[in-house]
């Protein structure tokens, strides 16, 4: 049953779904420029690199579970690794966000925006709609609701909201529902608890999902289409169809603003270091202390996904401090150049002395120059 009552809507999540272009970010270091020697726009990554930060809008169709979905594309495009976004029940159809290789590390973000779901439901017995609008408003909003007892999560009751609930088309004792949700609702328990509330109990018939965060039907890729593009790469050496199919992982991360970096604070972060201020050449407007951001390079790379520390005015007053805390790296160590030195390896080339010697003999000069110079 509902917490509270709300007429309030979910503000259209693609809003923030298209990629920030230049004039959404604020420069902090204007003519930064960057090393084509390292790293490569997504695009231009070779197929074997492109495909292991792939990303996938599968439309999953009724029959096959999530599981056995994900590993046919897996096995089809040769990858050692893949995984999913939101499992579907078997008899569900509809959007199955699907990373390969590396591109895996960042499908959790898509937990972040609403879920929505096209369902056909059966009420057992005629109700006047008008008391049928009603049960079905006070549902909009924060709800508890207990995972069924077939679910992969502990049942304990939880919280969840329905941003928007709408009877699309109701023919008889059957209703067509259109749902937007946060991530992690059970649709089949939201309609039998719709059901308990108007008393003559209701049945989930079918259900499809339409929307994850910012994707939606536009982007889906049917599984055989998928098979006959990577069929025709086999036999022609031709990418052109598989890399329309298989998008870069940083479409998926498209929606979350971002924070672009400088080539030699990339390496740095992919080996677990937190990015400062120093490190920093664009922000996108309005970004809050707090917030999940995407960390990019200057060539449009996803390097890291982590959680802003500052403010938007904050970067710009400030020349030095923490900036982020990393959550997940995404990039591989390597595909930029270390830039800096371990104390290990403060070494003095030219005379393959340490800076403990170094100094040592320093301070052992200027003690000898001083006795000179008393003995003048």
Same mark, same amino acid.
């Given at each position: 049953?509902?917490?509270?009552?709300?007429?309030?809507?979910?503000?259209?999540?693609?809003?923030q779904a298209a990629e920030v272009s230049e004039k959404e970010l604020v420069?902090?270091?204007?003519?930064?420029?960057?090393?084509?020697?390292?790293?490569?726009?997504?695009?231009?990554?070779?197929?074997?690199?492109?495909?292991?930060?792939?990303?996938?809008?599968?439309?999953?169709?009724?029959?096959?579970?999530?599981?056995?979905?994900?590993?046919?594309?897996?096995?089809?495009?040769?990858? #050692?690794?893949?995984?999913?976004?939101?499992?579907?029940?078997?008899?569900?159809?509809?959007?199955?966000?699907?990373?390969?290789? @590396?591109?895996?590390?960042?499908?959790?973000?898509?937990?972040?925006?609403?879920?929505?779901?096209?369902?056909?439901?059966?009420?057992?017995?005629?109700?006047?709609?008008?008391?049928?609008?009603?049960?079905?408003?006070?549902?909009?909003?924060?709800?508890?609701?207990?995972?069924?007892?077939?679910?992969?999560?502990?049942?304990?009751?939880?919280?969840?909201?329905?941003?928007?609930?709408?009877?699309?088309?109701?023919?008889?004792?059957?209703?067509?529902?259109?749902?937007?949700?946060?991530?992690?609702?059970?649709?089949?328990?939201?309609?039998y608890d719709i059901g308990e509330l108007i008393?003559?109990?209701?049945?989930?018939?079918?259900?499809?999902?339409?929307?994850?965060?910012?994707?939606?039907?536009? @982007?889906?890729?049917?599984?055989?289409?998928?098979?006959?593009?990577?069929?025709?790469?086999?036999?022609?050496?031709?990418?052109?169809?598989?890399?329309? =199919?298989?998008?870069?992982?940083?479409?998926?991360?498209?929606?979350?603003?971002?924070?672009?970096?400088?080539?030699?604070?990339?390496?740095?972060?992919?080996?677990?270091?937190?990015?400062?201020?120093?490190?920093?050449?664009?922000?996108?407007?309005?970004?809050?202390?707090?917030?999940?951001?995407?960390?990019?390079?200057?060539?449009?790379?996803?390097?890291?996904?982590?959680?802003?520390?500052?403010?938007? #005015?904050?970067?710009?007053?400030? @020349?030095?401090?923490?900036?982020?805390?990393?959550? /997940?790296?995404?990039?591989?160590?390597?595909?930029?150049?270390?830039?800096?030195?371990?104390?290990?390896?403060?070494?003095?080339?030219?005379?393959?002395?340490?800076?403990?010697?170094? /100094?040592?003999?320093?301070? @052992?000069? =200027?003690?000898?120059?001083?006795?000179?110079?008393?003995? /003048?």
């Amino acid at each position: 049953m509902a917490v509270t009552q709300t007429g309030r809507e979910l503000e259209r999540f693609t809003k923030q779904a298209a990629e920030v272009s230049e004039k959404e970010l604020v420069l902090i270091s204007p003519g930064e420029t960057t090393d084509q020697g390292h790293g490569r726009t997504p695009a231009e990554r070779p197929i074997k690199e492109y495909l292991n930060f792939g990303f996938i809008v599968l439309d999953k169709t009724q029959g096959p579970t999530s599981h056995e979905v994900v590993a046919w594309v897996r096995k089809m495009l040769s990858q #050692e690794r893949a995984g999913h976004s939101g499992t579907l029940d078997p008899m569900v159809s509809g959007l199955l966000p699907i990373g390969l290789g @590396d591109a895996t590390k960042g499908l959790s973000v898509l937990l972040l925006g609403p879920k929505e779901y096209i369902c056909v439901a059966r009420i057992h017995d005629s109700i006047p709609k008008d008391i049928l609008y009603a049960v079905i408003d006070q549902f909009k909003g924060p709800i508890f609701q207990k995972p069924p007892q077939r679910s992969s999560v502990k049942r304990v009751t939880r919280t969840r909201t329905i941003y928007e609930l709408e009877i699309v088309e109701q023919v008889g004792n059957l209703l067509l529902l259109r749902v937007l949700c946060e991530a992690g609702t059970y649709i089949r328990k939201l309609v039998y608890d719709i059901g308990e509330l108007i008393g003559v109990g209701a049945t989930m018939v079918e259900l499809r999902r339409t929307r994850v965060c910012q994707l939606d039907e536009g @982007d889906l890729v049917r599984l055989h289409d998928l098979y006959e593009a990577n069929e025709v790469y086999k036999e022609s050496g031709d990418e052109k169809k598989l890399r329309q =199919l298989v998008r870069p992982i940083e479409f998926a991360v498209s929606f979350l603003k971002q924070i672009e970096i400088r080539d030699s604070a990339v390496e740095s972060i992919c080996q677990g270091a937190q990015l400062a201020i120093p490190g920093i050449v664009a922000i996108s407007k309005k970004i809050k202390k707090g917030e999940i951001v995407r960390i990019m390079t200057l060539k449009g790379e996803l390097v890291a996904i982590a959680e802003s520390e500052l403010q938007e #005015e904050e970067f710009l007053s400030k @020349d030095h401090g923490l900036a982020t805390i990393t959550k /997940r790296v995404i990039m591989k160590i390597g595909t930029y150049p270390k830039m800096w030195k371990s104390k290990k390896e403060l070494v003095v080339e030219s005379e393959g002395i340490s800076e403990a010697q170094l /100094r040592e003999s320093i301070l @052992d000069s =200027l003690e000898k120059e001083e006795q000179d110079e008393g003995g /003048r």
